[in-house]
């Protein structure tokens, strides 16, 4: 085990982007002659309190989680690893420090990192982007591979401190419980703002409207979060709303559709093609959203976009769908570049 050098509070006026709530972080150095030498005392600082690990992508890291099982998402060039287990931990905090490649990584200890949608001002428009934010007194350990520091983030400086003194005992090879249960996030918070610029019912005329974010969409490639929509729900997949220019894979499917004001609307998804259907709504989402409605099909109705840009007029439809649940009926609507699954129960 190594020792620690120094530990600084850093000036509170330090942006830390990585953890946007992280209001106190200090900075602990210790004493590794090369980063290599880090493994061992941040596997002994972590413990068996690792509730997410966060990473720049890197191709090689994928094949290995697919090759060993590892459950993981793929979200804007990162790779998000919930709760992994005291075995994969180990593999990716080592193989942080072992195989360059990757540059960052934060580990949120405790309580799973809890994700946020957030409408922030891009020059002369606003967008809608998702952050990861720590939940309540949970902390992460934001990690660089080629220094011999560890930043710990907390969201004040009790529970900064409070840690510390936890990282010191388990750095002398004392036991110091942190917690016993790992928490999970609550589900993604969807903004009635939101719902509004995406011309979707508001929240009230449902009893839970909820989100999920997913692993990013594929022009080429199978779409990486099939599995994860398809683990929405298990009711039967009643009717799929998306673009038109999918007319000739559902044909190739032989799936029965019609079409109505520049959308395609599908029958009943057989089981057997369920997950090459949501593969390829959810990389078309890029362009447009698809709404997946299961359990009884819906009531709908057209109206028209107004305020159209150029772009906007070209690739998608002048008209947007209206939807009203029927008894038992549930919708799925994946948004915002495909990221987001905004799910009306």
């Known amino acids: 085990m190594g020792k620690i050098e120094g530990i600084e ?3 509170d006026e330090f942006e830390f982007d990585v953890i946007p709530n992280a209001k106190s972080v200090y900075e602990v150095t210790f004493d590794w002659e090369y980063s290599e030498d880090g493994p061992e005392d941040l596997l002994a600082i972590c413990g068996n309190d690792v509730a997410t690990i966060i990473m720049d992508s890197d191709k090689h890291l994928e094949a290995a989680l697919k090759e060993r099982g590892t459950p993981y998402h793929y979200i804007e060039h990162q790779i998000f690893v919930p709760f992994p287990s005291l075995r994969d931990a180990s593999f990716l905090i080592e193989g942080f420090y072992l195989n360059k490649g990757v540059e960052h ?3 949120f200890l405790m309580k799973e990192c809890q994700p ?3 409408k922030v001002q891009r020059k002369k428009k606003t967008e809608w982007h998702h952050e990861y934010h720590l ?3 949970a902390v992460s350990l934001f990690l660089m591979d080629d220094l011999r520091v560890a930043l710990v983030c907390a969201q004040d400086d009790a529970n900064a401190k409070d840690f510390i003194e936890v990282l010191k005992k388990r750095m002398a090879g004392e036991s110091a419980p942190l917690i016993e249960t790992i928490e999970e996030a609550t589900a993604l918070e969807i903004p009635d703002e939101l719902l509004a610029d995406l011309k979707l019912p508001s929240a009230s005329g449902f009893n839970h409207v909820t989100g999920q974010l997913l692993s ?3 022009i080429m490639k ?3 979060a099939r599995d994860e929509i398809d683990a929405i729900y298990d009711d039967e997949l009643v009717q799929v709303i998306t673009t038109e220019d999918l007319d000739d894979f559902f044909k190739k499917e032989k ?3 019609q079409k ?3 959308w395609l609307v599908s029958d009943a998804i057989p089981e057997a093609k369920r997950k090459v259907v949501l593969s390829k709504c959810h990389n078309e989402a890029l362009t447009d959203e698809t709404y997946l409605f299961y359990g009884s099909v819906p009531n709908v109705r057209y109206e028209k976009k107004q305020n159209q840009g150029f772009w906007s007029k070209l690739l998608t439809s002048y008209y947007y769908p209206v939807f009203e649940l029927n008894e038992g009926g549930k919708c799925v609507v994946l948004v915002l570049d495909g990221q987001v699954a905004i799910c009306f129960e």
């Open 116 to 118: 946020k949608l957030d």
């Open 9 to 11: 509070k850093l000036a």
């Open 135 to 137: 939940q309540d007194d």
């Open 222 to 224: 199978v779409s990486r």
């Open 260 to 262: 109505q004001n520049g």
């Open 216 to 218: 990013d969409a594929s």
């Open 255 to 257: 799936i029965p559709f």
């Open 105 to 107: 990584m934060s580990v």
